[in-house]
C-alpha cells in the first residue's frame, strides 16, 4: 500500500498541479475545478465488468466498505502530502523574503516599535502585538516569547489573560493601564473609522471590567516590584493599602484620574507608597490628592496637578516642590486652588533650566502670577495659560520686565484667533505644529470685543506683531464684534502674507476689500476661507484687491495671489469661473 501511494500520489498532484497552474497562467474561461470533477466522476464511473471476479458468497457489503476504507486511506494521503508540499514552499518564500533575512535582534527590534505604537492597545486582543505576532511562524513566536519587554503591558483588554503576560514578561517592568478607549488620544492621521471602532470598544471593554478592578489591582500587588508604570482611571488609590504600606522602588510613571474634585482635608495623612519611590519621574494626578509634603514629588521632570483643593498646604510649598525638581521639563496646573496665604517669595529664584512647557489654567490669578514671577524662564519655553481675568489685568505679571518674559514667544509667527462665545483663545506658532503659546481668558458679554483688542494690544508688548506672518480667525460672528472693530484688529498685523477666516460672519470679508477707507493687510498673498458663505462679495473683495496696484504706487499694495476655498458654501459653484479669472483658486469640497 504505501508503494503504491509514494509511486502514484506525487505524479497525481504534480499532474494536477501543472494542469491547473497553466490554466491560470493562460487565463482560460474553461470549466472549473468543480465542473471537472462532477464530468469525471460520471465519465470514469466503474462498469459491470469490474465486479464479475467479486464472489457474491463474500458479501457485497464486505466489498463496499474495502473501497470506503481506500477512499479515506487516499484522502488523508493526499491531503497530508499537498499539505507538506505547501509548508514546503511558504518556507522557501520565507527564505527568500527579506523580513525573514533580518537578524532576529532587529526583528525583536520591530517587534518592540509595534507593541509599544499608541494604537496598539486599541486593537482587538488577536489583532494586537505580540498575539498576533506568535501566530505568524515558528521563528516569529521563538522571537517574540524570547522577548519579555513584549509582555509587559497590562490593561482592560488582556486583564483576563494576564497570567499568560505576567509569567512571559519574566522580570521585565510591567505597564498596568486601566483606562477606556477615549483616554488613547489618537492624530488626525490615526483618527479613521476603525481605529474609532477599537477605541469604542476598549471603552466598552472598561466598562464592563469596571466592578473588578478591585480584584484586579490585588492580583498584581505580588508583582509590586516590577510595577514600571501605572495609570489608572476611577479608582480611588486610598481604598487600597498598598498604595499605603508597600513601596515602588521601579515606578517611573504614575496617573491617576478620578472625577469632581479632590480636597487635602479629605485625604488621609499617609504618604502614598509610603514615600519610596526613587525612580518616579512623571506624577499626573486628576482629582486625586496627595499633599505637597510627600517625598513622591521629589526629583520629576512630569508634574501635573488638577481639580484639586489644598486646603492646608501654601502655594510657598508648590514652588519649594519646583526647586526639589530640578530636571523638570512639563508642568500643568489645573484648577488648583489654595487656601492657605501665600509666603513672600522673591521672584526669580527657581532655576528649572530644563522647563520646555507650562501650562496653568483656571487658577487665581495671584497664584499664576507668583508661579511664574518665581521661576526663571528658559528661552525655549512654551506657555499655555487660561486664567479668568477681570479687563485690565496684564498677561505676565506686572513686575516682569519685558526683558525677563519668555523669550520663546518672540519667535511667534502665526496667531490663531477663537471665539468661544464666553471666552477667547489666542494661540502663537512659530510653524503649524509648533505652538510656542496659548492665552485663553473668559469675557464678559458687555465687553466681549473689548477685551480681546485690549488682550491683543497687550500682547503686542511681548509678540512683534510686525513679524507675524499669518492671521487666523477662527468663530467670530458679527453680533458680538463689530465691522469696525474687526477692522482695528487687521490694523495690528500690517505685514501678514496670509489670513484664514474660518466659521465668521461673512460681512467680516467687506472689512478685506481695498477702497479709500479700507487698506488693511497690504501685503496679502494668501486669503483661506474655510466654512465660509461665498457669494459677489468675496469676488468684490479678490477684484479690489487685483485692481489696486493700479490705484496706488507700485509697492505698496501686493495683489492677491491665492484663494483657498475649503468646505465653503453658498454660491460657490456659480462665482468659482469668476474667481478662477483672477486669481488662483485652490477648492477643496
Given amino acids: 500500500m504505501e508503494t503504491i501511494i509514494s509511486n502514484n500520489l506525487p505524479e497525481l498532484v504534480w499532474g494536477l498541479y501543472h494542469l491547473f497552474r497553466k490554466r ?64 514546503a514552499l511558504k518556507a522557501h518564500y520565507n527564505r ?39 501566530r505568524v511562524s515558528r521563528l516569529w513566536r521563538q522571537i517574540a516569547l524570547s522577548t519579555p519587554c513584549l509582555w509587559t503591558t497590562i490593561d ?47 471603552t466598552k471593554a472598561f466598562r464592563l471590567r469596571k466592578p473588578y478592578f478591585t480584584l484586579f489591582i490585588k492580583s498584581l500587588v505580588p508583582f509590586l ?41 479629605q485625604t488621609p495623612p499617609l504618604h502614598l507608597l509610603r514615600g519610596e519611590t526613587p525612580r518616579l519621574r512623571d506624577l499626573h494626578l ?47 496646573l489645573v484648577k488648583v486652588r489654595f487656601s492657605s496665604p501665600r509666603g513672600d517669595v522673591p521672584p526669580n529664584t527657581i532655576p528649572l533650566k530644563h522647563l520646555r512647557r507650562m501650562k496653568l489654567v483656571g487658577i487665581a490669578r495671584g497664584v499664576e502670577h507668583l508661579i511664574i514671577g518665581s521661576v526663571i524662564l528658559t528661552p525655549f519655553l512654551r506657555l499655555h495659560l487660561s486664567p479668568s481675568i477681570d479687563r485690565g489685568l496684564d498677561i505676565f505679571p506686572p513686575g516682569l520686565r519685558i526683558g525677563n518674559s519668555p523669550p520663546n514667544i518672540a519667535r511667534i509667527r502665526r496667531l490663531t484667533i477663537r471665539d468661544n462665545a464666553q471666552s477667547f483663545t489666542v494661540t502663537g506658532c512659530a510653524a503649524p505644529t509648533e505652538t510656542l503659546l496659548t492665552f485663553g481668558f473668559s469675557t464678559t458679554s458687555s465687553y466681549h470685543a473689548s477685551d480681546l483688542i485690549d488682550v491683543l494690544a497687550r500682547l503686542a508688548e511681548y509678540v512683534s506683531f510686525h513679524s507675524l506672518e499669518s492671521v487666523t480667525f477662527t468663530n467670530l460672528d458679527e453680533r458680538t464684534i463689530s465691522i469696525n472693530q474687526f477692522s482695528h484688529m487687521l490694523l495690528m498685523f500690517p505685514k501678514i502674507t496670509i489670513l484664514t477666516l474660518s466659521s465668521c460672519s461673512p460681512s467680516f470679508m467687506s472689512a478685506l476689500t481695498i477702497g479709500p477707507r479700507s487698506l488693511h493687510c497690504l501685503l496679502l498673498h494668501v486669503l483661506h476661507l474655510h466654512n465660509m458663505h461665498i457669494s459677489g462679495v468675496t469676488v468684490a473683495l479678490v477684484d479690489s484687491r487685483i485692481r489696486a496696484r493700479h490705484w496706488y504706487k507700485w509697492g505698496a499694495i501686493f495683489p492677491l495671489d491665492t484663494l483657498v476655498l475649503q468646505q465653503c458654501f453658498g454660491e460657490v459653484r456659480g462665482r468659482i469661473p ?11 469640497m
Wanted: net charge negative; aromatic share 8%; with cysteine.
Fill in 96 to 134: 527568500i523574503s527579506a523580513i525573514y533575512r533580518l537578524p532576529n535582534e532587529v526583528l525583536a527590534l520591530i517587534f518592540r516599535f509595534t507593541e509599544g505604537s499608541r494604537d496598539n492597545s486599541l486593537w482587538p486582543l488577536r489583532l494586537r502585538a505580540p498575539l498576533n505576532i506568535s
Fill in 24 to 87: 491560470v497562467d493562460q487565463e482560460q474561461s474553461q470549466e472549473s475545478a468543480a465542473q471537472v470533477v462532477d464530468r469525471l466522476s460520471r465519465e470514469l464511473a466503474p462498469v459491470d465488468s469490474l465486479f464479475n471476479s467479486i464472489s457474491p458468497a463474500k458479501g457485497v457489503h464486505d466489498e463496499c466498505k474495502a473501497l470506503e476504507v481506500a477512499r479515506d486511506f487516499a484522502v488523508s494521503a493526499l491531503h497530508l502530502y499537498v499539505a507538506q508540499m505547501i509548508h
Fill in 156 to 202: 482592560v483588554t488582556n486583564a483576563s489573560i494576564r497570567s499568560v503576560f505576567l509569567e512571559r514578561s519574566r522580570n521585565a517592568l510591567l505597564s498596568i493601564d486601566v483606562l477606556p478607549g477615549h483616554d488613547y488620544r489618537l492624530d488626525s492621521e490615526e483618527d479613521n473609522c476603525s481605529l474609532r471602532t477599537y477605541q469604542n470598544g476598549t
Fill in 225 to 265: 516590584p516590577r510595577w514600571g508604570s501605572v495609570k489608572l482611571r476611577d479608582i480611588d488609590i486610598y481604598e487600597f493599602p498598598t498604595f499605603h504600606h508597600a513601596p515602588a522602588p521601579n515606578l517611573e510613571t504614575f496617573h491617576v484620574y478620578a472625577g469632581g474634585t479632590a480636597k487635602e482635608a
Fill in 578 to 588: 469668476e474667481l478662477r479669472s483672477l486669481v488662483d483658486v485652490i477648492w477643496e
Fill in 286 to 332: 486628576v482629582a486625586t490628592c496627595v499633599r505637597l509634603d510627600s517625598p513622591i514629588y521629589a526629583n520629576l521632570t512630569s508634574l501635573h496637578l488638577e481639580c484639586i483643593k489644598f486646603d492646608e498646604s501654601s502655594v510657598t510649598r508648590l514652588l519649594e516642590i519646583f526647586a526639589m525638581c530640578p530636571f523638570l521639563d512639563t508642568l500643568g
